[in-house]
């Protein structure tokens, strides 16, 4: 696989990763913030 196959490759799977990385982060971001006003 050349470079610019790889880049093509990259391009595909962008636009879902993309997409989740910011919900996966503020998902774990949000856990213990959740976790804190469940026990308060």
Known sequence: MDGSE???FLEEKRAPFVFFL??????????PII?????A
């Open 6 to 8: 790889f880049v093509s």
């Open 35 to 39: 976790n804190d006003s469940v026990e």
């Open 22 to 31: 910011p919900i996966s982060i503020l998902f774990l971001l949000g856990r």
